[in-house]
């Protein structure tokens, strides 16, 4: 079991940047799957970005503006989100990825990012 805590959401305007962070109650290490997840009012959860070992998989509405990384060191992924638009506003949520049972496990309580000016 792992517990996940999100932080660094905020109100930030347009073109702006934000930098979300994952920590983990316990070692990633052995986590070989990490995911930032978001969802917007009245909108499904989607997948916007994901870790796997050092690959990296972004959504095509985000590729090139955000950029996924962890630090099994510190237990901590980040969420890099430059270049922000209104339709990026949303609760960002981290979440680790069950390889055994291959669906997404353990969730965060979510952060709020907000792009407005």
């Known amino acids: 079991q792992v517990q996940l805590v999100e932080s660094g959401g905020g109100l930030v305007q347009p073109g702006g940047s934000l930098r979300l962070s994952c920590v983990a109650s316990?070692?990633?290490?052995?986590?070989?799957?990490m995911g930032w997840y978001r969802q917007a009012p009245g909108k499904q959860r989607e997948l916007v970005a994901r870790?796997?070992?050092?690959?990296?998989n972004y959504a095509d509405s985000v590729k090139g503006r955000f950029t996924i990384s962890r630090d099994n060191t510190k237990r901590t992924v980040y969420l890099q989100m430059n270049n922000l638009t209104p339709e990026d506003t949303a609760v960002y949520y981290c979440?680790?990825?069950?390889?055994?049972?291959?669906?997404?496990?353990?969730w965060g309580q979510g952060t709020q990012v907000t792009v407005s000016s």
């Open positions: 979440a680790s990825y069950s390889t055994s049972y291959y669906y997404w496990d353990y």
């Open positions: 870790i796997v070992g050092g690959i990296t």
């Open positions: 316990r070692s990633i290490s052995s986590i070989a799957v």
